[in-house]
Nanobody, 129 residues
Framework: QVQLVESGGGSVKSGGSLRLSCAASGYISSSYFVAWFRQAPGKEREGVATINKDGTTTYYADSVKGRFTISHDNAENAVYLQMNSLKPEDTAMYYC??????????????????????WGQGTQVTVSS
């Protein structure tokens, strides 16, 4: 079992920044990936960014490349999402998810929700214009 707890959401104006945190506990395998997803009302859940256990592999959705940065702190077992240049369209509930499966997948598939095994409760991000 893996438990995930998100924090750091809030309300900011367009162009502002936020840093989301995901604290993980429980069994963490060497093939571990952690991703951030988001879901706006009436829309499907969208993969934002993912990172592997040692931080050597990251992958971003095109919509956030150059603005968001995912990072991992092994000592704290935490994953962060630094979000800069925020836009109103970034408004959503942001979820942290963990993948523990060792089955290989294509890098792009790591932003598909069905590739993840554990989910946090989410943290709300609201960007006003």
């Amino acid at each position: 079992q893996v438990q995930l707890v998100e924090s750091g959401g809030g309300s900011v104006k367009s162009g502002g920044s936020l840093r989301l945190s995901c604290a993980a506990s429980g069994y963490i395998s060497s093939s571990y990936f952690v991703a951030w997803f988001r879901q706006a009302p009436g829309k499907e859940r969208e993969g934002v960014a993912t990172i592997n256990k040692d931080g050597t592999t990251t992958y971003y959705a095109d919509s956030v490349k150059g603005r968001f940065t995912i990072s991992h702190d092994n000592a704290e077992n935490a994953v962060y999402l630094q979000m800069n240049s925020l836009k109103p369209e970034d408004t959503a509930m942001y979820y942290c998810a963990a993948r523990v499966s060792a089955v290989p997948v294509l890098l792009g598939e790591l932003l598909y929700p069905d590739k993840y095994d554990y989910w946090g409760q989410g943290t709300q991000v609201t960007v006003s214009s």
